[in-house]
């Protein structure tokens, strides 16, 4: 919990490590291990039920970031810790052709990073909504192993966009706003798009395995940000 990161005998000072078990299962763990001689586990996800339903083999390294929620004060929002992580990678790609549509993995996930409790999530659907805690998106239909590149773009610590790639060749780019104003609450309402469909066929389909890298760039009197994604087949 302290700014400088450095352990002291502050009570509230805490280490967890967290970790998914790519081909071994659905599953992420958080160990406590504040005190290194005696860990502890702190929490687990176990994927196939309840919020977790769609989450397939657990590839995508949790990023530890803080987001901002709701208030019910119009003049302010509640900044969490939380981790963020895809859907997963789903074991049909083994022999499946890029195009087909996967039954796991096809979703973003961002839950509470002492409990574990889901936060937030996008998913694959026919019809798009948006609510404050779940994000439906149409094209979202190919799972997700990679991690996700969380980007603050105000430098205030706070997670603001999420950039990933998914099986089928696509490239997603999530806003994390929180800024909406609805009869005097502030709400959290993420919305999210397709930025490029980039899949192929035949010889050319292409899968991204690797989370995206990101780069703000200045031109002159412009700026922009550039996203570089690498394609493969493992």
Known sequence: ?????????NSNDRVYLYFGLRRGGKHYYALNVTNP????LAWQIDGGSGDFTGLGDTWSTPI?????????????VVVKDVLVF??????AQDIAIPTEVDDKGKA?????????ALDWKAIGGATASASSSELVMPEMNFSIPSDIAVIDLDMDEVADRLYFGDMGGQVFRIDLDSTHNNGGT???????????????SGADQRR???????????????????VNIGSGYR
């Open 37 to 40: 001689a005696s860990p502890t």
């Open 186 to 200: 502030v709400t959290y309402r993420p919305y999210g798009i397709l930025m490029a469909s980039l899949g192929g």
């Open 1 to 9: 919990d302290d700014s400088d990161e450095i352990i002291t005998s």
């Open 208 to 226: 991204f395995y690797y989370a995206p890298d990101i780069a703000l760039v200045k031109t002159g009197i412009r700026q922009y940000i550039s």
């Open 64 to 76: 530890k970031t803080k987001i901002k929620t709701g208030s019910t004060d119009p003049g302010s």
């Open 108 to 116: 973003i996930y961002i839950v509470n990073a002492e409990t574990g």
């Open 86 to 91: 895809g859907g997963g990678y789903d074991s």
